[in-house]
């Protein structure tokens, strides 16, 4: 018995150094290794080890937070957890191969209403990271036409607010930006300059209690109450980096009283761009920014996606996300 447990645990090491798409391609091959290769020990390694470095997640794969808390030989509904199936669901490999799962005639939806004129979807971003970074990601998307092309600037108005920004994505597809801060430029450049933080104007805070405790809720001014009302899609631009203090409760209140839905239909998509200023900054694991949002409370499809300001890298992955999920819902 001691030799057989000897054998097993160097198998297991071994197996270790192999990555998980060999592990999955090696238990094709064989019943026998079919059965090594779905070790729970050996997938819950592979998931705390790589989860940190993925640079997306969505509301479909956010894998339970529970999980990293849980005692590996603890059962869930008389079996151990099936790491392998939260590996498989939620890195962004296997995401991308269940992409497909939409109906066949989606693909042909699509191009027959790519022949037809339409009023081009409408996005409003907001969020910390919009104004906390060194680098200004809209001023970057602004500027930058070899990775999104300014397409033009509107001229109609939605009472006040402005019309936003119209861009192009690979060439084809045009969508508008209205992009909602908290204060003036002038205060948000004196908070950076400051380190402190500007007293946000969107949104205004109520009294509410659950159970016996205060809880936070916020509600929209008027004139964006008139955007969320007319949008067809929200990014949050998330401050993802590390050496910041974040108050995410208090991001999560926000969010949830932009994307309420007495202001408009409840299964708009929400993009977030978990953000930094530059790649030398250590940031947050998006996985971890989506816990700490507790974005698994929230009841629309959802995906947060890694971006750096100063390059725009991971902005397009987010961009193509969004417009999938509005034309799939303007579809239905």
Partial sequence: AALNGFQIDVQLNIMSFLSPQDLCRLGSTSCYWRAAVQDPLLWRYFLLRDLPSWTSIDWKS???EEIFNKAFSEECDNELYDYMAVYKRSC????????????????VTSFLQSLVTQAEPRFAMFGPGLEELDNSLVQKMMTCPEILL????PHRQIHGIGSGVSFQFNNNQKFNIVTLYSTTSVERRRAREEQAVAVNKMFYQENSTVGNQQAMHYSVIAQVRKVCEVVDGFIYVANAEAHREHDRQEELARILAMIDPALGPPNRPLLVLSCVSHVGVKRIPCV????????????????MQDTVAATLDGLLNGIEWLLEEANYKSAQ
């Fill in 62 to 64: 956010l894998p339970d």
């Fill in 92 to 107: 962004p490999q296997g995401r991308r191969s269940l992409k497909s799962s939409r109906p066949r005639y989606g693909t």
């Fill in 150 to 153: 300014v397409a033009g600037l």
């Fill in 288 to 303: 971890y920014v989506a816990h700490q949002l507790q974005l698994n409370l929230l009841h629309q499809p959802w995906m």
